[in-house]
């Protein structure tokens, strides 16, 4: 259901009420289990309790407990959550492509290729390596662009020479495992995992501020993307800079994405379905921006509450299960797709 509201001066607002109440519903479901994983641990602290001490009336222990250990790898997950799904979104939007993920395009083993490098080539601190995925991610995203360009990008081009990077790439971070010595190369395969073990202040400050600056920006250039999802052609004759906006949006999703990796590992397939799963709840056209970062946020929350619950906080890393969801979701879509004759 869809309702116009008029106001003074010519300014007209549409509100979706279903993507509205789904968006809501998201937000109210990431941050439940927010309060709960920050519960979770080898010293559970009821909700009640969390809500208390996040409000500044906890006790010495647990005020460290909740704001020093638990509260920043919480944020973490919701800012990397939110970064991928709405990178994904970008991605799967400008392709015209449900496969146009930065997971099938190579961007995650762009960034893996730039952290391995300074794990193993430079024995790199943990700032080292996150800067060197940020890197490895940007100058990926720039290869695509420059490789698939041929009077424009479009859509199947991209996702394929996606593709065929991310098999280059592969290959390249399984020469630089093969000449690791035993202590990096197992330092180099826990972060290829994906992992929010760890995690802290120091991750969260970086990633809050690049995404304070991105999503307004990508926000305010939704209705030309949206027009963009209809065809060059067609955007043109809109008024829409083609070329313009698609290189502004391609170049926030890979910052979005490359600095979601830098600060987790590449964590799998939440950019593939977060945008589709949102697209589905909310059945609405377009890109479906802000329900796809709400719903990236909420899956990985969920993800390493169900790691920490099944297998302990650090025993498995939120980026094994939702490889496996993200997986069975991939497969699923191919079918889905090849059936539909679009594959």
Known sequence: ?????????????????????????????????????????????PAADVIRTLMGNGDAGQEFIVNELRLP???????????????????????????????????????????LIMIVLF????????????????????????LAWKRGVHGYRLVLVGIGVSAVVMAVNGYLLTKADLVDAARAVVWMTGSLNGRGWE??????????VLVPLV?????????????????????VRVERTRMLLMLSAVLLTASATAAAGPVSFVALTAPQLSRRLTRSPGPNLVPAMCMGAALLIVADWASQRAFGADQLPVGVVTG???????LWLLVTERKAGRI
Not at 324 to 330: D, E, P, S, T
Request: aromatic residues 4%.
């Open 1 to 45: 259901m869809r309702i116009r509201a008029v106001r003074s001066r010519g300014l007209s607002v549409r509100l979706d009420i279903r993507a509205l109440t789904v968006v809501v519903l998201l937000i109210v479901a990431a941050l439940v289990a927010s309060v709960v994983l920050i519960g979770t641990g080898d010293f559970p602290i």
């Open 73 to 115: 790898r919480v944020l973490v997950g919701l800012l990397v959550g939110a970064a991928l799904g709405l990178g994904g979104a970008l991605f799967q939007s400008i392709s015209r492509n449900p496969l146009g993920s930065p997971d099938v395009l190579g961007l995650g083993q762009g960034s893996t290729a730039g952290a």
């Open 123 to 146: 024995k790199g601190s943990a700032f080292q390596v996150a800067g060197g995925s940020l890197v490895g991610g940007l100058l990926t995203g720039l290869a695509i662009y420059v």
């Open 203 to 212: 991750q969260v400050w970086p990633l809050l501020t690049l995404c304070a």
């Open 219 to 239: 926000l305010a250039n939704a209705r030309p993307l949206r027009m963009l999802e209809m065809g060059d052609d067609v955007a043109y004759a809109l008024g």
């Open 324 to 330: 496996v969801v993200g997986g069975v979701y991939l």
